[in-house]
């Protein structure tokens, strides 16, 4: 094993790269460049929200109303807050408050005035949410005010300043990435003097790999994560918008059919025009194919809720606190996301899953963090599952492809998720090393070695549970996991 040659060529190099400070600054600039394009979208969509939200008002009973006030201005109040804070930076929110000319130019100038255009817009929302209740009425003028602006010239008005602090964002990761390279690059040349070392660099280099995995779980499950929830909540208005008017649709359709089917009856014979125009557009095949068109929407206006609904759930980034989880749902959850790469492919037939669910109790937990765990060993089960079929000299595979998901209480206190595959299963000097932090079998690129040290983590370290792996090789692989119905207090 030439291992000297690894660690010259592999370790210096990235030992190095560690002690530059600059690392450090990379890192900080790709965080406040998230956070920036982050929080203008969200204030863009926060606009909408409102002004749907101040419809909902003027239309609702009196109990509701108050709870929309009050909801009203939070909202108000988050804005103004997030407002100041990408004019002036705010710590907490990761916001440098430095901008560029252009966007101070789109805050403070004409044509865009965004900052006087928001200013007034929230005065409106505040004066709508005071109104008293008799004022309450669809031709509130602050009502009429604010749905226009909302789909009107303040929407552009965001929309403007979003893309340009998208773009600027672009253009500042691609500098940071060249600054990265040319980094990387000197530090090889600074390797080569400080081979000595040996001993105090495996330490560090050990805390650097401790210190990047934890930013690649930190960074890639909350921005994923946000990213799917902001995508989930945008796309759910629209589709409730679709959703809720196709049944209308459908009554207006059926009405206006039965109304011609009376003129047909009272008008037997149509003039010249009428009869080309029912010939020209087919008029028969369309009374009988309108209702299937509009079914068919139906069905698939109400896939997109469930999927969305799906995603929200799953991308729960308030996990902040425990909460009582229904584990099926979140097992039918990723099962859902995943159910693209379970589908049949055209070197391998479908992937089975087989669910063997017991009665279960709610249990407190981080339903982010166990959607997680989840989502790790349901992937690496596919992988596996892949992997057999793909190297066919190995003709591991027995059986059709499947994954079964067997739950139960194993103690009043507990409750035992069990997923097996009937892959190629794990050989014992892999078996011994699975849960190791960057251990994979898996090809550069596609293995991270994450997953299950993750898992593992999630599970013991904050859920005082436990996992462990059973498999012989050519008898599939099998995860137990154990998690308590309700954790022990951590004190
Ligand atoms: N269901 C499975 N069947 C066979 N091998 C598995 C299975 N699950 C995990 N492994 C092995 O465990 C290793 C570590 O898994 P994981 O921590 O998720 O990292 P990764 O999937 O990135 O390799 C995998 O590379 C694989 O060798
Ligand atoms: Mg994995």
């Given amino acids: 094993m030439n291992y000297k040659h690894l660690f010259h060529w592999e370790l210096l190099p990235v030992l190095e790269l560690s002690k530059y400070s600059d690392l450090e600054d990379i890192y900080t600039a790709r965080k406040i460049n998230a956070a920036v394009v982050n929080i203008s979208g969200r204030q863009r969509m926060l606009s909408q929200r409102i002004a749907f939200l101040s419809l909902k008002l003027i239309n609702s009973q009196e109990n509701e109303q108050n709870i929309l006030r009050q909801e009203l201005v939070e909202m108000v109040n988050l804005m103004e807050k997030s407002h100041n804070a990408l004019i002036h930076g705010d710590r907490s929110m990761n916001l440098p408050g430095k901008t560029s000319d252009t966007i101070k130019a789109m805050y403070f100038y004409p044509p865009l005035n965004l900052d006087r255009q928001l200013h007034d817009y929230l005065v409106a929302v505040k004066a709508l949410v005071e109104s008293p209740d008799t004022e309450l009425t669809p031709n509130n003028p602050h009502l009429t005010y604010i749905s226009q602006q909302a789909y009107g010239e303040l929407l552009q ?219 790790n060993i349901l992937s690496n089960a596919i992988d596996a599952l892949e992997d057999a079929i793909g190297n066919q000299e190995k003709a591991v595979i027995k059986a059709a492809p499947e994954i079964r998901i067997r739950t139960e209480i194993t103690d009043p206190d507990y ?68 998690i308590p119905v309700k954790p022990a207090q951590k004190t």
């Avoid at 997109?304 to 584990?327: A, C, G, K, W, Y």
């Avoid at 794990?426 to 596609?446: A, L, M, Y």
């Avoid at 593992?456 to 549970?465: E, F, S, W």
């Fill in 157 to 375: 008005a965001f929309d403007t300043v979003v893309s340009q602090y998208q773009e600027e964002s672009e253009t500042e990761q691609l500098e940071l990435d060249v600054k990265y390279v040319e980094l990387y690059s000197k530090s090889f040349t600074v390797a080569a003097q400080a081979e000595e070392q040996a001993a105090e660099l495996q330490k560090v280099f050990a805390e650097l790999k401790q210190a990047q995995t934890k930013l690649l779980h930190i960074e890639k499950m909350s921005s994923l994560g946000q990213l799917v929830a902001n995508v989930a909540h945008e796309i759910n208005n629209p589709v409730s918008f679709i959703y809720g008017n196709l049944s209308h649709a459908e009554v207006y359709t059926q009405d206006l059919l039965n109304l011609l089917e009376i003129y047909r009856e009272n008008y037997p014979d149509p003039t010249p025009e009428i009869q080309e125009k029912i010939e020209d557009i087919d008029l028969d095949f369309l009374i009988e194919d309108l209702p299937k068109v509009l079914c068919s929407m139906q069905i698939g206006a109400d896939r997109i809720r469930q999927i969305v609904m799906s995603l929200r759930n799953f991308s729960r980034t308030d996990d902040t606190e425990m909460m009582q989880m229904d584990l099926h749902e979140g097992i039918d959850t990723t099962l859902l996301i995943l159910q693209n790469r379970l589908k049949a492919q055209p070197k391998r037939p479908q992937i089975e899953v087989i669910k063997d669910y017991s009665d279960l109790p709610l249990v407190m937990c981080y339903a982010g963090q166990l959607n997680q765990v989840f989502m």
């Fill in 415 to 482: 409750v035992t998720v069990r997923i097996a595959d009937n892959g190629p299963g794990i050989p014992p000097e892999v078996k011994s090393r699975v849960f190791e932090q960057f251990f994979t079998t898996k090809q550069v690129g596609k293995g991270t070695g994450l997953g299950l040290s993750i898992s593992h983590q999630i599970l013991v370290d904050n859920h005082q549970g436990s996992i462990r792996c059973e498999s012989e090789p050519g008898e599939g692989t099998e995860f137990w996991i154990e």
